[in-house]
């Protein structure tokens, strides 16, 4: 958050960090929250279903328990307002910013925190199908289409790819 005062700008931090378990409630029901707003108004009715029933998952939540999820979230003191959702250990399966806090750089800033450690682990590219108000994100980021837009499952997407250097 940046406040403007005095000609003088002062810029907020947020944390970046891997969210706790206490907190994978919350940091669903912020994608969920988030998702109405952005992406639902262009999916079907099956899409917004399909979703909802994504984000609460209990083999997602088990997935990400066990380790085999990646879930970083940004924090505003306690309280959660970004999170990214990794599959797979190379495929980014939620993105989601508080519409309060989007235009920041926090999703910028969960990405890096994810493609840091990526880059250790040795995976050298990363995918993800993004919605299809994310597609101008994506590029900035340095995202390439793999393809046009499709569907599946009511769901709209672009399949996009990164290479990590
Ligand atoms: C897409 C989303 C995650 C971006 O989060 P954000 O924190 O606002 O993004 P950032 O501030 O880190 O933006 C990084 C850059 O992308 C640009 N950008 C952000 N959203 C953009 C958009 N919708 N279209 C084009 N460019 C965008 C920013 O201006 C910034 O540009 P810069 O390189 O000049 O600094 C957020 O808008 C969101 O939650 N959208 C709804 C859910 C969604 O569609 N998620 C993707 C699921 S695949």
Do not use: C
């Not at 994978?24 to 899409?47: C, H, R, V």
């Not at 939540?61 to 307002?81: C, L, P, S, W």
Request: hydrophobic fraction near 40%.
């Amino acid at each position: 958050m940046e406040k403007i005062g005095n000609g003088l700008m002062e810029r907020k931090s947020y944390e970046i960090r891997p969210i706790m378990k206490h907190e994978w409630d919350s940091a669903m029901q912020l994608a969920w929250d988030t998702f109405l707003i952005f992406e639902a108004p262009e999916y079907s009715i099956k899409g917004v279903h399909n979703f909802k029933s994504f984000v609460r998952d209990p083999l997602l939540k088990r997935m990400y328990t066990y380790g085999e999820y990646v879930a970083i979230g940004a924090f505003d003191n306690k309280n959660i307002v970004g999170i990214l959702g990794v599959r797979n250990a190379n495929h980014v399966s939620l993105l989601f910013v508080d519409k309060d806090y989007q235009r920041m750089g926090i999703a910028r800033a969960l990405l890096n925190r994810y493609f840091k450690d990526a880059r250790t682990a040795g995976i050298d590219h990363v995918t993800v199908n993004s919605s299809p108000y994310a597609v101008g994100f994506y590029h900035r980021i340095g995202f390439v289409k793999l393809s046009e837009e499709t569907e599946k499952d009511g769901i709209r997407f672009t399949p996009m790819r990164m290479e990590l250097e």
